[in-house]
């Protein structure tokens, strides 16, 4: 088994939860990224859930939508491990939807990789924060 992968259960899927983390989640900005997050009871085995989103107003294409999104989860799937292994054992689990707030559509790679990380950084600190 690949730990290195995206599962299904990592992901945010349920509407319910969707709406509460908009409704009453708080945000901080990292680059391009905008990330609105809340800390709930962990009911699984993972420490975070997430979703991502890129605004059709900013991108008309659905091809450079795509893109941003997919570089997002990339910047997302290599370094959750290593940010989460701050928090294993804590009771909340922290749903988190990553908004691209940019107004570019070329951005890299590397790019992505450091705002991602940055943000990870500060939910991990916050979570670490509420166990306390």
């Known amino acids: ?13 349920l509407r319910s939860e969707i709406d509460a983390l ?7 900005y990292s680059g391009a990224l905008r990330i609105t997050y809340r800390f ?8 975070i859930k997430f979703l991502v989103t890129v605004p059709k107003r900013r991108f008309r294409k659905a091809t450079e939508r795509n893109r941003i999104k997919r570089l997002i989860r990339e910047a997302f799937r290599l370094n ?8 294993p054992n804590s009771d909340v689990c922290i749903h988190a939807g990553f908004i691209y707030s940019g ?18 950084t500060r939910l991990a600190t916050e979570a670490g924060k509420i166990r306390s």
């Open 22 to 28: 908009f409704s009453e989640g708080k945000w901080i």
């Open 103 to 120: 107004s570019k559509s070329d951005v890299t790679l590397g790019e992505m990789e450091i705002w991602v990380l940055d943000a990870l």
């Open 40 to 47: 709930v009871a962990k009911t699984g085995k993972d420490n």
């Open 80 to 87: 959750y491990r290593k940010i989460m292994q701050e928090i």
């Open 1 to 13: 088994m690949n730990l290195l992968t995206i599962r299904k259960h990592q992901r945010l899927t």
